[in-house]
């Protein structure tokens, strides 16, 4: 099992204790976003040649680049280009998630029930069933290299 899906797992474990407390579910809303934000990292990082340069190349991605990406993803999506639905799925959730990892991390004000952490989990599983759906096509692994890249340059 990857780290990934160790994260995942962990976020439900979290949020299906008898009795969470704001706590852990506000733990299993973080732990979701960074269960896919991982997925795509090691989805990226895991063909690099160099097996130790792996981890360092994992600490290039940055989260607000990651997110702009996925924006660029949903505006082609609307304007009309042909990419696969999950993929559209995929940027959607992680859009979402790390929002909602930012309210659950930081607004206090926020009370989180265990429904809202369910409904928050349900999206994270979904994109995970998308990305395996189409990891292996071009549009996935653009779209990985996107996420790494300063500039995708034009083809």
């Given at each position: 099992?990857?780290?990934?899906?160790?994260?995942?797992?962990?976020?439900?474990?979290?949020?299906?204790?008898?009795?969470?407390?704001?706590?852990?579910?506000?733990?299993?809303?973080?732990?979701?976003?960074?269960?896919?934000?991982?997925?795509?990292?090691?989805?990226?990082?895991?063909?690099?040649?160099?097996?130790?340069?792996?981890?360092?190349?994992?600490?290039?991605?940055?989260?607000?680049?990651?997110?702009?990406?996925?924006?660029?993803?949903?505006?082609?999506?609307?304007?009309?280009?042909?990419?696969?639905?999950?993929?559209?799925?995929?940027?959607?959730?992680?859009?979402?998630?790390?929002q909602d990892r930012h309210?659950?991390?930081?607004?206090?004000?926020?009370?989180?029930?265990?429904?809202?952490?369910?409904?928050?989990?349900?999206?994270?599983?979904?994109?995970?069933?998308?990305?395996r759906a189409i990891s292996a096509q071009d549009a996935?692994?653009?779209?990985?290299?996107?996420?790494?890249?300063?500039?995708?340059?034009?083809?």
């Amino acid at each position: 099992m990857s780290y990934a899906d160790d994260l995942l797992e962990v976020a439900h474990d979290l949020a299906n204790k008898e009795a969470a407390k704001q706590a852990g579910l506000r733990r299993a809303v973080s732990t979701a976003y960074y269960a896919l934000f991982h997925l795509l990292i090691d989805e990226a990082v895991g063909k690099w040649a160099i097996e130790r340069q792996r981890s360092i190349l994992a600490r290039t991605f940055e989260h607000g680049k990651m997110k702009g990406i996925c924006d660029d993803v949903l505006k082609a999506v609307k304007s009309g280009a042909r990419l696969p639905p999950e993929l559209n799925t995929v940027a959607l959730a992680f859009i979402e998630l790390q929002q909602d990892r930012h309210t659950a991390d930081y607004d206090n004000s926020k009370q989180w029930s265990t429904g809202d952490v369910a409904d928050v989990l349900a999206v994270a599983t979904k994109a995970f069933a998308a990305w395996r759906a189409i990891s292996a096509q071009d549009a996935a692994q653009d779209y990985l290299l996107q996420l790494f890249l300063p500039k995708m340059p034009r083809q």
